[in-house]
């Protein structure tokens, strides 16, 4: 399973269009669909993402090794 999440605007005609990455094989796939309306301050560009909302919980501002170092410590 592998999960893709996409912030894409909905126009008049209630479709959205997403391009799914190379590593979904063509065939049979299950997709599960939730929308949650953001506000026009939040909106990022069509089809963009914050690479921090895939690819871990740390915010930016951590060092990924450090905190790695302190973990291991404890």
């Known amino acids: 399973m592998e999960t ?6 909905v ?3 209630r479709q959205v269009k997403i391009t799914l990455p ?3 094989q063509p065939g049979l796939v ?3 669909v939730v929308m ?3 506000s026009k301050s ?3 560009p069509v089809d963009s993402f914050e690479p ?4 871990g919980f740390l915010p930016k501002r ?3 090794l450090e905190f790695q170092k302190e973990l291991r410590a404890d």
Not at 4 to 9: A, M, P, T
Not at 52 to 55: N, T
């Open 36 to 38: 949650q309306s953001l």
């Open 4 to 9: 893709v999440r996409k912030i894409v605007s």
């Open 62 to 64: 951590v060092d990924a």
């Open 52 to 55: 921090s909302e895939l690819f």
């Open 42 to 44: 939040t909106e990022n």
């Open 30 to 32: 299950e997709v599960v």
């Open 22 to 24: 190379e590593t979904i």
């Open 11 to 13: 126009g008049s005609d």
